[in-house]
């Protein structure tokens, strides 16, 4: 059993399209018996009821606080991430500061790469 960190882009993509990825592949996470830690798919709701802020600045420190907890970063490969200023701080906090491995998921072959060190 794994503790994941899911990144996916949010502010700079279809917010909703996010959303229900997110939650698609928390899903997938949890019925391989992990334990999963999605902020897209657990701030969301609550971002848009209550008119947080989208951007990565308001969400950073709550975000890293989950990253120290995971085992590691699982990057959804969805159009955008190589650009979110999100998920490339999330892989770099991740990687360079914690020293913890970052994957990559394809979102078309499910592949799952094992460390992203050159991607």
């Not at 950073?60 to 955008?80: C, Q, S, T």
């Not at 020293?99 to 094992?114: A, F, N, Q, S």
């Amino acid at each position: 059993m794994d503790k994941i960190y899911i990144a996916i882009p949010y502010s700079s993509v279809n917010k909703e399209e996010s959303f229900r990825l997110s939650n698609k592949i928390a899903a997938e996470q949890y019925k391989m018996g992990n334990i999963v830690y999605a902020p897209v798919s657990h701030s969301h709701p609550i971002a848009i009821q209550e008119g947080l802020p989208g951007g990565f600045e308001f969400w950073e420190k709550i975000d890293f606080e989950f990253i120290r907890w995971a085992d590691y970063v699982l990057v959804i490969k969805m159009e955008g991430w190589k650009e979110s200023k999100g998920v490339q701080k999330e892989i770099a906090y991740c990687r360079m500061v914690l020293k913890k491995p970052v994957h990559l998921l394809d979102l078309e072959t499910r592949i799952l790469t094992e460390d992203i060190t050159n991607e």
